[in-house]
């Protein structure tokens, strides 16, 4: 084997192991990342008591109210399959914070099953559409009016009866 | 006829070319940029459905950055590579004038996610897998150039800093895939997923064309460096000591 060979030997194999750490790292990272923890995970008892934790998950509609005297708000994160956390915090909310809408917040759960949060994210889509755009294309994607005539009426009535 | 492929894989010849090509990269990314601003500034929309006003345009700044330290860094492997296979003075000398420029635009893309990050998620900095792994990314690209000073003899760093390098190439497809889950709201993040799928086609342009822009501002920026290091390396030769911008 020439010495270029076996350089080119060298790098290729290196690149091939560089490139299964790279699968790995990634495959791990999907599965066992604790970056935030689900409401149902946090309601079937997977956080350890005390933790200091992020809590994610969509805000629910009409959930948030404000206290009238401090800064204090309330509201309540979902996965919208029923499992459901009260969050208090008197920090102030993110201006992409919106009902219906994720956030991720980070804090702790008090002895009355409330989460504490310390701070409040809000998180956003990858889906850069102007707001009045996506009302036009909305109305254009909703079926319109089927325009009846006798045959169809016959054709239809002849399936279904 | 048979092309000489390493007639410009000499210093001496590179060092001419690289001079002749620069200032044509630099207008190149002058007029990319400034269409791409323009673009961003004048022609898309000023809220988005997603709630985000006016400050998303700093995606034009960011998303450019982002992806040309990504890439940057793979051609900077790819120099090194070709430096340990051939033993190629020059491809070391592109690997070390990218990596500065990679770094620098690792923080651009640092910085512009930060001040994005304040106004619509509410911070600065979180340990989002995305925003760790990009991190590290810049601290490789600062081992990579310690590395390559620390050690005098050039051989030697080139050598050393090309294995770096490679190692550190197992980062970037994991800052592209950390955590891009199909169903928003179960992601284990608070970064948004890599997803370009649906985008306006006016801030698609002014991202492409900033994009661009950036890349050809790599390309200027890299060749002047390549030159630099070219003399400083070869400063005790006979032709490098004829030229007139050196005496």
């Excluded at chain 1, 970056?35 to 629910?60: C, H, I, S």
């Excluded at chain 1, 989460?115 to 409040?120: R, T």
């Excluded at chain 2, 923080?107 to 930060?114: E, F, I, R, S």
């Excluded at chain 2, 050809?216 to 070219?230: D, E, G, K, P, Q």
Aim: glycine share 6%.
């Amino acid at each position: 084997m020439k010495p270029r060979n076996k350089r080119i030997a060298f790098v290729l194999l290196a690149l091939l192991t560089v490139g299964a750490a790279s699968a790995l790292i990634s495959k791990a990272m999907d599965g066992n990342l604790n970056y935030l923890y689900a409401p149902e995970q946090v309601l079937k008892g997977e956080v350890p008591a005390g933790t200091v934790f992020r809590l994610g998950g969509l805000v629910k509609k009409g959930s948030l109210t404000r206290s009238e005297t401090a800064l204090e708000a309330r509201f309540i994160v979902t996965d919208n399959r029923g499992n459901e956390i009260t969050v208090v915090t008197n920090k102030i909310l993110p201006d992409l914070f919106q009902e219906e809408k994720s956030q991720v917040s980070r804090g702790v759960m008090n002895d009355e099953g409330l989460f504490i949060a310390e701070e409040v994210l809000a998180k956003h889509d990858s889906e850069y559409m102007p707001a009045e755009l996506k009302d036009v294309l909305a109305k254009e994607h909703t079926p319109a009016p089927a325009k009846v005539d006798g045959s169809e009426i016959g054709k239809m009535t002849g399936q279904k009866l | 006829m048979k092309i000489n492929w390493f007639k410009y894989a000499a210093t001496i010849n590179f060092y001419a070319l690289a001079g002749r090509v620069i200032p044509f990269f630099w207008v190149a990314a002058v007029i990319l940029i400034t269409i791409g601003l323009y673009w961003g500034f004048f022609k898309t929309p000023d809220s988005l459905d997603n709630g985000m006003k006016e400050y998303y345009r700093i995606i034009f700044v960011h998303l450019g950055s982002v992806w040309m330290a990504m890439w940057l860094y793979i051609m900077m492997v790819f120099w090194a590579l070709v430096g340990l296979v051939f033993n190629t003075k020059l491809s070391y000398m592109m690997a070390s004038a990218t990596s500065i420029t990679g770094a620098l635009l690792t923080v651009v893309a640092l910085a512009t996610g930060a001040i994005w990050g304040k106004t619509s998620w509410g911070t600065w900095w979180d340990w989002d897998p995305k925003l760790t792994t990009f991190l590290i990314l810049l601290f490789i690209y600062i081992g990579y150039i310690a590395l390559q000073s620390a050690i005098d003899d050039t051989r030697r760093s080139d050598k050393a800093s090309a294995v770096l390098a490679l190692v550190g190439l197992a980062l970037v497809p994991v800052i592209y895939s950390a955590v891009n889950c199909p169903d928003p709201t179960q992601c284990s993040s608070l970064h948004q997923e890599s997803s370009m799928k649906n985008i306006e086609p006016n801030i698609m342009k002014g991202i492409i064309f900033t994009t661009l822009g950036f890349w050809m501002y790599s390309f200027a920026t890299i060749l002047m460096r390549v030159r630099n290091i070219i003399l400083q390396r070869e400063r005790n030769t006979n032709w490098v000591s004829k030229l007139k911008e050196v005496n």
